[in-house]
């Protein structure tokens, strides 16, 4: 910026000199004429004196002499008076200074003119007498004194007027020098001042392009350095570049895979199927946070291995590419599987021997080898205490194991809370005998909900446990179980010391103890609050607390409240699957849709409905986005990901549907609906779905002049509609004379003229317009982008997308 500002101040200082120095060849050029003028003012005011003394000669030489020549001087002097004299009236017009003297001037020199002519005609008629008495009255030379007086005056005042100008000429010409003397130093320093940005843009030049260079060289060696193989792709999936620890993991050489689709690398569907995000089923802005997928990957002699891949985006100036960052994790799985035979052998090999040794301890504290001394009942119980503390301790690594690994399974079942209250406080009766606490259950009605009654008994042990070991000796803990708006909850409550304000925000970590010395004085892991946080959370509910320091704690266990299934409705209509885990929305859906005829399950789980949609019995699914163990996107991903449920209608029913659209916009949905639903719209997108099941396929009329093109579509949408081909304009409007299609697929570059001509064909008598598709490799006039439905271009769209495109035109085709 800098530097253009220098480049635009040197020629405006150059303009603006230029114009300061013709203004003073101007300036110059006008004291000259001044110079002049004045010159010749002063030299017209003595040509009027020297005339009057020529003239004043002439008349004495005649008055003295009578000679006659003398008058011709005389004659001469007068007649160049009167022109002199208008001379200097025209250079004194304008200028007032001059005014008086001039006319003083005149009226001197007419009566100088005057005294002459009459001496004149005294000497001529009367003699030399009377001639010389009138020159002798002496009035002429009063005369000329006076005119002599005038002309110095208005010579001086000429003289001085020249001087002013003179000296403000002078004054304005030392200005402009010393503007000029200015503007040639601020010339000088503009084109020092571009000089000195020029070398430091070079400098500075220099400098970033060493810097690049040197940023450039450790990437590149991050690149090389990195154990990990890094695969460069274009959009398209084809691979760009690749490291060193890809060649040596994958076995190829990089010039061999330059421009070769990651296929060959990578376990995904081959080239032509889409992009490369598409046919890996996942959207644009997935790569936004980053995306992570395990998959197979394969090495140039065929060798199949498992790895991570990290995908990214990486945004250059011809468009949106991606990094793949590929880990092999054989290792890794490796390792997983001694794990698993670890675990597998700690929960067979060590539970099985604990369970042995606690028992056989039980039975000796029981008395069932006798009455045992005091001092061995003592050490029995103490043995029977910490095997019971170990085998609680295995039990929560395991199912800590469980939980990070994804393998914590929870059988589903409907339940009464209460039962699951009343059977834990029955499990720990005993220890809080031994505690001396008293352990009280409050009466009431039975509280339905879904879950796992084992984990559910494990959560409110492990609050009882708590609540126990933390009450004193002659507290009380007690436990309610209370049905709230939609949710269920089992309540703990102690009178223990409460829970101190700086471990509240770390309570339900792995390992997490109010003080290191509880471990010793009150016992146990610090697994048990995150495991049962954990299983509250895979039945979609709650787990928290209220405490205040001093006055004791209680845990709070929600669950969602599972209402009364009504007795089933017979009906004739589709069946319907509502994914749901809200008890109350499930109902309100399932009520309204057998109201209108359609038979309708319950699924409140991604797991149950993937079970049960593989049944084939449900014509379409209504979906919840937020689940209890999966998102709603992922289960619609699942289902589309196997044969057999790909074709599934959905209508996603959610409280926050634009996130969903964001992160599902590639997947086929019949409709968004946002919770508090349009009953209205959910009726029309079942009903769409209702009509998909019972009319009769859609018919489409695709126009092209590439028979290939025309038998793969045909074949891509043999299964959800009859295809209709056509080569030309003249076959498609001999179709259309005797076929109405429900959908037109149209190419522009067509043998006998451009598809679009096809346009005007297309309506009907009642206004009706059959919806377009155009399908083609030439680009659209955008002015008749209104007039279609879709624009497909084929070296950008797959197959697989001109199908979606069509089913989805068709769906709704009804509602036109």
């Not at 114009?19 to 050029?29: D, I, K, P």
């Amino acid at each position: 910026m800098l530097i253009i500002a220098a480049v635009l101040l040197v020629p405006l200082v150059v303009a603006v000199t230029g114009a300061e120095l013709v203004h003073e060849f101007r300036s110059n050029r006008a004291v000259r004429a001044e110079i002049d003028r004045s010159y010749e003012t002063r030299s017209q005011i003595q040509s009027v004196f020297s005339l009057l003394q020529d003239a004043e000669t002439g008349q004495r030489g005649y008055v003295i002499t009578g000679d006659e020549r003398y008058l011709q001087p005389y004659d001469n002097a007068t007649r160049e008076l009167d022109r002199q004299m208008q001379t200097l009236a025209g250079r004194f017009e304008g200028r007032p200074e001059q005014a008086a003297d001039f006319a003083r001037l005149s009226a001197l020199a007419g009566r100088k003119l005057q005294l002459m002519k009459a001496s004149i005609e005294a000497r001529e008629t009367e003699g030399l007498e009377a001639g010389m008495a009138v020159v002798a009255t002496g009035r002429g030379k009063i005369v000329m004194d006076d005119l002599r007086v005038i002309v110095t005056r208005m010579t001086a005042v000429e003289a001085e007027a020249l001087d002013a100008y003179a000296r403000t000429a002078a004054s304005r010409t030392t200005r402009t020098e010393g503007l000029v003397g200015f503007l040639f130093l601020a010339l000088i320093a503009a084109i020092g001042a571009a000089a000195f940005l020029i070398w430091r843009y070079m400098r500075t030049r220099h400098r970033m392009l060493s810097e690049i260079s040197a940023t450039a060289a450790r990437q590149r060696a991050i690149f090389d350095s990195a154990i990990d193989g890094i695969i460069t792709l274009n959009p398209s999936g084809s691979i760009e570049s690749v490291n060193a620890a890809a060649v040596r993991m994958f076995g190829h050489d990089p010039a061999a895979l330059n421009r070769r689709d990651v296929s060959l690398l990578l376990d995904i569907a081959p080239d032509g199927d889409g992009g490369f995000l598409e046919r890996l089923g996942a959207s644009q802005g997935a790569l936004e946070g980053g995306l992570v997928r395990q998959m197979t990957a394969r090495r140039k002699d065929g060798e199949t291995f498992p790895v991570d891949v990290a995908l990214g985006a990486m945004t250059l100036p011809t468009g949106v590419h991606m990094v793949a960052i590929v880990r092999d994790i054989s290792e890794r799985r490796r390792m997983e599987q001694l794990k698993d035979e670890f675990v597998s052998t700690v929960s067979h090999e060590l539970r099985t021997p604990l369970t042995s040794i606690a028992g056989s301890l039980g039975l000796l504290a029981g008395g069932a080898a006798g009455v045992l001394p005091e001092k061995a009942a003592r050490l029995i119980q103490i043995a029977q205490a910490n095997s019971q503390r170990l085998v609680r301790l295995i039990n929560d690594i395991l199912d800590i194991e469980k939980i990070e690994s994804g393998n914590l399974r929870l059988e589903m079942a409907p339940l009464d809370l209460r039962d699951i209250a009343r059977r834990s406080v029955e499990g720990v009766h005993g220890y809080a005998g031994q505690l001396g606490v008293a352990l009280t259950l409050s009466d009431g009605e039975p509280v339905r909900v879904r879950g796992d009654a084992d984990r559910l008994i494990q959560v409110a042990t492990n609050l009882l446990s708590n609540a126990l070991k933390f009450s004193p000796r002659g507290g009380e803990v007690r436990v309610t179980v209370d049905p709230e708006t939609r949710i269920a909850r089992l309540s703990v409550v102690d009178e223990g010391p409460g829970i101190p304000e700086a471990f509240r925000a770390r309570i339900f970590s792995k390992f997490a103890q109010a003080d290191g010395s509880d471990t010793r004085v009150k016992g146990g892991t610090g697994l048990g609050l995150a495991i049962a946080r954990e299983i509250a959370e895979r039945h979609g509910g709650r787990l928290w607390f209220e405490s205040a320091e001093g006055h004791g704690a209680t845990f709070h266990l929600d669950l969602p409240l599972l209402a009364e299934a009504p007795s089933p409705v017979e009906t004739q209509g589709p069946r319907l699957l509502i994914v749901e885990d809200d008890a109350d929305a499930a109902e309100v859906l399932r009520e309204m849709l057998e109201g209108d005829g359609f038979a309708a399950d319950v699924a409140s789980t991604a797991r149950e409905a993937l079970t049960a949609a593989r049944t084939g019995v449900y014509s379409a699914l209504l979906v919840d986005l937020q689940l209890p163990d999966a998102d709603g996107i992922g289960l619609i991903r699942a289902l589309r990901a196997r044969p057999a449920t790909r074709a599934l209608p959905v209508v996603v029913v959610s409280a926050d549907t634009s996130r969903g659209k964001a992160r599902g916009r590639t997947l086929e949905v019949v409709d968004w609906l946002e919770k508090p639903f349009d009953q209205d719209r959910l009726r029309q997108a079942v009903a769409a779905v209702y009509q998909r099941n019972t009319d009769q396929r859609p018919r489409v009329l695709h126009v092209d002049d590439d028979r290939d093109i025309l038998e793969v579509t045909a074949s891509v949408l043999g299964t959800s509609a009859d295809v209709t081909p056509a080569e030309s304009l003249a076959e498609a409007r001999a179709v259309l004379a005797g076929l109405r299609p429900d959908l037109v697929i149209l190419d522009l570059g067509l043998p006998d003229g451009s598809g679009l001509e096809l346009l005007a064909d297309l309506g009907d008598e009642k206004g009706r317009t059959i919806p377009v598709i155009v399908y083609s490799a030439q680009d659209m006039d955008g002015s008749v982008a209104d007039r279609v439905e879709a624009v497909l271009t084929k070296s950008r769209t797959s197959l697989a997308g001109l199908a979606r495109t069509v089913r989805r035109l068709t769906d709704s085709r009804g509602d036109n």
